[in-house]
């Protein structure tokens, strides 16, 4: 019979014994921080899709004042993990008990991630272990994730997973007669309406029509009724151009010489994605939207790209998605979004506190019943 080992023993062999790395190389990285920016951005070029709405400058452009621009990043054998996200401190926001200084977490208006490539089932589980202890240990109580459109492109979200809207995609991997055959009869019809009346499609790289491109957008928000949060300031397009450049373009519709319509897309190594624009409403006769999308799928699919976004329609414009159906009636897909809760007692009680906190205002206030974190309810 083996004799027994005294406690004292096992627990010093055990101290002593060869740690066993996690299957993945961890870490959170902040785009505020020079080095680790970097290390960000090495990793995303290392990642053989490298959508654009992984890039810390993409992510940097929703971020609010005292809110932190991070990354969950992780390292396999053979792949990556990359999770862009703003960490939103809840003590910043008015209805916050004093006291409380957790935080919740939010990916960037778009499509994001987590992201993953080339990594296996132990990896994964490896990644998101680490990220939940990171999470608890920062205090986080709710993190909310809008998900790619292109499931091939995600790590399995560790939390609840929910469709949230349909959205369009035009798959870009056809000749001009199978693309041009693909549309409703309507399209091919302002196609040619529009061509037959002299527009052009002009592509502009470095914004030198950014003021034409900001006027047709911001009457088309202001005829669109938008919320306030969709007025981006001039600067915000400019900063677009600037920080992410070659990795977007504007997409312009020109009519004896002026812009009567106008598209910002973004594009990625395989993907591209209509992003902002508009058109003018003295314009509509001569359907340069329609001809807008056609020419734009074209030159996509010339640079070697698989898919075009077009996107899905907000809360009561049933009619916008018809529209963007019309030029890919077979390409509706379902946007998810990822949701988790970390902190359920907490989140409640924001939700009592945001009530009250209305109510000392003369506001009576209830969350809507789809909407996550329900704290941060409009």
Avoid at 187 to 215: K, P, T, Y
Avoid at 230 to 256: D, P, S
Avoid at 299 to 317: E, T
Wanted: glycine share 6%; charged share 25%.
């Amino acid at each position: 019979m083996t004799p027994l080992l005294p406690p004292e023993t096992v627990l010093s062999s055990l101290e002593s014994a060869p740690q066993v790395a996690p299957p993945v190389e961890f870490s959170v990285l902040d785009a505020s921080v020079p080095l680790e920016r970097a290390t960000w951005v090495q990793l995303w070029e290392s990642w053989p899709d490298r959508e654009v709405m992984a890039h810390p400058e993409f992510v940097r452009l929703f971020a609010k004042d005292g809110q932190q621009v991070l990354a969950a990043a992780g390292r396999g054998r053979e792949g990556g993990a990359l999770y862009p996200f703003i960490r939103r401190p809840l003590e910043a926001e008015p209805w916050c008990p004093s006291g409380v200084s957790g935080c919740d977490l939010s990916t960037a208006y778009g499509y994001s991630g987590p992201f993953g490539w080339d990594l296996n089932a132990e990896e994964t589980r490896s990644f998101w272990s680490q990220f939940d202890r990171w999470a608890r240990e920062k205090d986080v109580v709710t993190s909310f994730a809008r998900l790619s459109v292109f499931p091939e492109d995600l790590l399995p979200f560790d939390g609840d997973v929910t469709v949230n809207s349909p959205n369009i995609v035009r798959n870009l991997e056809l000749s001009d007669e199978e693309l041009w055959s693909d549309y409703l009869p309507k399209v091919r019809q302002n196609v040619r309406r529009a061509l037959s009346r002299g527009c052009e499609l002009q592509v502009d790289a470095d914004g030198s029509r950014m003021e034409e491109f900001h006027h047709i957008y911001t009457a088309t928000m202001t005829r669109r009724n938008a919320s306030s949060y969709y007025f981006f300031k001039r600067e915000f397009f400019e900063t677009i151009l600037q920080k992410l450049q070659g990795h977007c373009a504007f997409f312009h519709v020109v009519h004896e010489g002026k812009v009567v319509s106008s598209e910002l897309v973004l594009l990625s190594r395989r993907h591209a994605y209509f992003f902002l624009g508009g058109t003018l409403a003295e314009s509509f006769e001569l359907r340069p939207n329609d001809f807008l999308q056609h020419e734009t799928f074209r030159w996509c699919r010339d640079a070697g790209k698989h898919a075009l976004v077009l996107g899905g329609g907000y809360r009561g414009s049933e009619g916008l998605l018809k529209y963007k159906r019309s030029f890919a009636p077979r390409g509706e897909v379902p946007f998810k979004v990822g949701m988790k809760t970390y902190a359920a007692a907490l989140s409640e009680r924001l939700v009592q506190e945001r009530r009250a906190w209305e109510a000392s205002r003369g506001v009576e206030w209830n969350p809507q019943a789809d909407y996550f974190p329900a704290y941060r309810s409009d």
